[in-house]
């Protein structure tokens, strides 16, 4: 155990916790848009699934890693349609919706990804560089834990004040938020409250999108169907944890992701402790505190519950 003390493995448990953090918080951080809405969008897995396999056919097939980024968003989006298709307007279970999405997304990726490869040898790409930023990246050890990342990871950290601002300093952050403890209050104004909801689950489906494209981009070469492994429901677990605060959320992802850097770093070093223990520890960690907060601080007063005028 003690070679993970070592100067250089810190730095590089630290730095790749930034990396692994990226494409949860970008769920994270979209996701809470969704929920202030009122918004329970259970599909998050099945979204970031989907975005991670459209960006692996466009970055196969074109080339181009912007393009593979852009079909991850749209992609996003369009989940985010159906989603707000099946809550706002047709008001089925937020619940039934989030799950039935993910079991067909799931379903679907693999079927088209084995039409893609025709069973054969899947295409590869070349994974996103690191985008170092000039002079910083030369501070010794700051350098390489903040300034050597993914360009993506310095939109992550920058999306969390975006959003909030967003969220507390805007009319349309305030209406949303309104939708979610009182939304009966905008239609009394004449206020579409479907067209606010649809507004707010395409934001962040299109976050969830983006987060599914990285981690394929970033993580792999070649798609995968488990590739999300669970990230997607520890982002709705982080905004639990946040109390549906972007600073509490990005706090929750953040330990999320240095419990990973963790495990990975285990499994590299050989360290005589069974490294599936480590990659267990963020569900533990998110089942120990979905228990210690019972009382659920902040939540939104009618999440998960529909709107009928």
């Known amino acids: 155990m003690s070679e993970l003390f070592q100067e250089a ?28 809405a009122g918004i329970w969008n259970m599909g998050v897995e099945g979204t970031m699934i989907m975005g991670a396999f459209t960006s692996y056919m466009v970055a196969t097939a074109t080339g181009s890693l912007h393009l593979a980024v852009l079909a991850g968003i749209l992609s996003g989006m369009i989940m985010g349609l159906i989603t707000a298709f099946m809550i706002a307007t047709v008001r089925v279970d937020h619940f039934i919706t989030g799950l039935g999405l993910n079991l067909l997304v799931g379903g679907l990726t693999l079927f088209w990804f084995r039409l893609y490869t025709g069973g054969g040898y899947a295409p590869t790409f070349t994974s996103l560089e690191n985008f170092p930023i000039p002079v910083l ?21 920058l999306s969390v004040p975006v959003i909030w601002y967003f969220l507390y300093r805007t009319r349309w952050g305030l209406e949303i938020r309104c939708l979610g403890e009182n939304p009966k209050a905008l239609d009394i104004k004449g206020l579409n409250v479907v067209f606010r909801q649809y507004v707010a689950i395409l934001i962040g489906s299109s976050f969830t999108g983006l987060g599914g494209a990285f981690l394929m981009l970033a993580f792999s070469d070649r798609f995968q169907p488990d590739l999300t492994a669970g990230k997607g429901w520890l982002a709705i677990v982080a905004i639990i944890a946040g ?38 520890l963020p569900y533990l960690a998110s089942i120990i505190l979905l228990i210690g907060l019972r009382k659920k601080i902040n939540q939104p007063a009618k999440l998960g519950v529909p709107y009928f005028r």
């Open 137 to 157: 990246n030369s501070i010794p050890i700051l350098g390489d834990i903040f300034f050597n990342q993914k360009f993506l990871t310095y939109v992550a950290f």
């Open 9 to 36: 493995v810190i730095i590089s448990i630290l730095a790749g916790a930034f990396r692994v953090m990226t494409p949860i918080l970008f769920a994270a951080i979209g996701e809470l848009v969704t929920q202030r």
């Open 243 to 280: 109390k549906w605060l972007p600073k509490g959320v990005f706090i929750a992802v953040l330990v999320f992701a240095l419990l990973g850097s963790v495990a990975v770093h285990v499994q590299i070093l050989d360290i005589d402790v069974p490294y599936q223990i480590f990659l267990a």
